[in-house]
């Protein structure tokens, strides 16, 4: 192809020179472009294996935290029919309460005895030696 000026033949024609120049420029936007584009469908491609993953795990979530209502609602069932024993239940631990209160008075009912017999003769062992001493002192 001939790329002479068709107006001076002596020259160069800069337009066909400045054509082949865009036209490269273009071809290489294009390449450019076609890999900016493979890389844009890899990254969505990606996405989108990520966001199916994350459905399954959030519906997961959803049918854990279904057994975790139902299990709530039993939960909630179960302590008023456990609320709705207790008072029987709490006479019944008053009057253990009371019978273990009863039950250490009567076992320290001896104790208290025996503290009182040793103390009433220490007493007595005393008063019959001052009363010695004393007698011992008064005679001579």
Same mark, same amino acid.
């Given at each position: ?39 844009? @469908? ?20 959803? $049918? ?39 039950? %250490? ?6 104790? %208290?005895?025996? $503290? ?15 009363? @010695? ?8």
């Amino acid at each position: 192809m001939d790329e002479k000026c068709i107006l001076n033949a002596e020259r160069d024609c800069l337009g066909l020179i400045k054509a082949k120049e865009l036209e490269h420029d273009l071809n290489d936007l294009r390449k450019q472009n076609s890999s900016s584009h493979e890389r844009i @469908f890899e990254r969505l491609g990606d996405l989108e294996k990520q966001e199916g993953i994350q459905g399954v795990q959030y519906e997961n979530i959803l $049918e854990k935290l279904g057994d975790l209502t139902n299990n709530l609602n039993d939960l909630k069932a179960d302590s008023k029919e456990v609320v709705s024993k207790l008072p029987p239940l709490t006479h019944r631990v008053d009057s253990l309460e009371q019978l273990s209160t009863d039950v %250490k008075e009567i076992q320290s009912k001896p104790g %208290k005895r025996w $503290e009182s017999i040793v103390e009433k003769a220490i007493l007595l062992v005393v008063s019959g030696v001052v009363g @010695f001493v004393l007698a011992q002192v008064g005679l001579k």
